[in-house]
């Protein structure tokens, strides 16, 4: 698996929860609150297959992790739906984010090159040295932190705060915190390579003949 096939996953595993979200508030308004939180299961579960299916036909294959996250779905909202409580399915995420954590905690401290494994064929015919992997496992770290920190706020959510608080933390402040953690990581780089080629041009300078320098100057 690489980062773009797992960020791709995470979306896909989200539109199910803004199907119930936007089905809740639609059904709610027409049963009683119990119906219209049953009615909603059953069409986002319906949702997480339909995709599934959608995916199935037009790429011609079958994602794992897609599948997985469809199966989790239809478990979870199910058990919700037999049971009359929505935590189960609200649950859905965290589990999900659960393995990640896992897998990024072996990466960042223990075994970085488990991360070769997950991205396959990018890395395939490239020579990763130990400044490489030790980028990726840093990298990891960072996501470890947000994973494990997004798992727990999700977690909380699920059973504190609203469907709707729930459904904006699960989901979209995830996307907003790996978006700041990127986003700092290219300012640094940038700011590092500033710096280098600043100095390098110094030292440039400094060695310089002197009859270079007067050109120059004239």
């Not at 960020?7 to 595993?13: A, T």
């Not at 980028?135 to 494990?148: E, H, P, S, Y």
Request: aromatic residues 14%; positive net charge; hydrophobic residues 55%.
């Amino acid at each position: 698996m690489d980062v773009r096939t797992l960020i791709r996953s995470l979306l896909i595993g989200f539109l199910p929860v803004v199907a119930f979200i936007a089905a809740d508030h639609y059904f709610s308004n027409r049963f009683d609150e119990q119906k219209g939180m049953q009615y909603a299961l059953l069409f986002a579960m319906a949702i997480g297959v339909a995709q599934l299916i959608f995916i199935r036909v037009r790429e011609k294959r079958l994602d794992k992790m897609t599948l997985f996250d469809t199966l989790l779905v239809l478990v979870m909202g199910s058990i919700s739906f037999l049971s009359g409580n929505d935590l189960f399915f609200k649950l859905k995420p965290a589990l999900i984010e659960l393995i990640m954590v896992i897998l990024l905690f072996i990466i960042a401290f223990f075994s970085p090159r488990l991360l070769l494994l997950m991205t396959g064929r990018f890395t395939q015919g490239m020579e990763m040295t130990e400044l490489h992997l030790k980028l990726m496992q840093r990298n990891a770290a960072g996501m470890f932190f947000i994973f494990l920190f997004h798992t727990l706020l999700t977690i909380y959510a699920a059973f504190k705060l609203s469907r709707d608080a729930w459904a904006f933390i699960s989901g979209g402040l995830f996307y907003i915190l790996a978006g700041i953690y990127f986003l700092s990581i290219f300012i640094m780089a940038r700011i590092r390579r500033s710096r280098i080629r600043k100095s390098a041009i110094g030292e440039a300078v400094i060695w310089s003949p002197k009859s270079k320098i007067r050109k120059r100057s004239i």
